[in-house]
């Protein structure tokens, strides 16, 4: 998925639908988080649904590989 087709809903419903997400995938959560630009209930959601799902190590890697933004 491309950064600028990234979204909330989009990442939810491939957790939802059992499917892993890329390491930009989570990279990019990650930064949305690191720079204050997730709502509450978009973070938990995520959080819920991945957990859910059961993380796979692409998408720790993107958890941890996310530095901020300049």
Known sequence: MTESARSWPRLLAALLAGRDLTVGDTRWAM????????????LAGFLTALRAKGESAPE????????PRP
């Open 31 to 42: 930064r949305q988080v690191m720079d204050d630009a997730a709502a509450p209930a978009e």
């Open 60 to 67: 720790l890697t993107g958890l941890l590989d996310a530095p």
